[in-house]
């Protein structure tokens, strides 16, 4: 999926909206990343593979647009929280596909 096909996909889905991320990183996955991704790998899911909140669709300072989502198939390990801040960027990663599953309430767009 193309920078230009999320960004059309996300196209009035307002903040807060429950979404399904495949996506392989660009890059090799830090340590931190690897500890943090514990509980999916216990739980047999897809490193792949993330749900959660959709927080923010954005610009970089180098001009590509990225999607944060407030995972759930990751923990934070400075609060131990069961949910943690993904970001992705089709430019660096691939982004195999985004669903939208489901809408909030009510909320602004992003």
Known sequence: MTEREML??????????KVFV????????TARAIREAERARREGLAM???TGTL?????????????????????NEQTGA???FRSFNPSLGQL???????????????
Request: aromatic content about 4%.
């Open 55 to 75: 927080t923010e669709v954005r610009t970089t300072k180098k001009g590509e647009a990225i999607m944060t989502v407030l995972a759930d198939v990751r923990d």
């Open 48 to 50: 792949r593979h993330f």
């Open 82 to 84: 069961h949910e943690h």
């Open 22 to 29: 495949s996506y392989l990183a660009g890059r090799k996955p």
């Open 8 to 17: 059309d996909k996300l196209n009035g889905v307002p903040q807060g909206a």
């Open 96 to 110: 195999l596909h985004v669903e939208v599953l489901e809408l909030p309430a009510t909320g602004g767009s992003v």
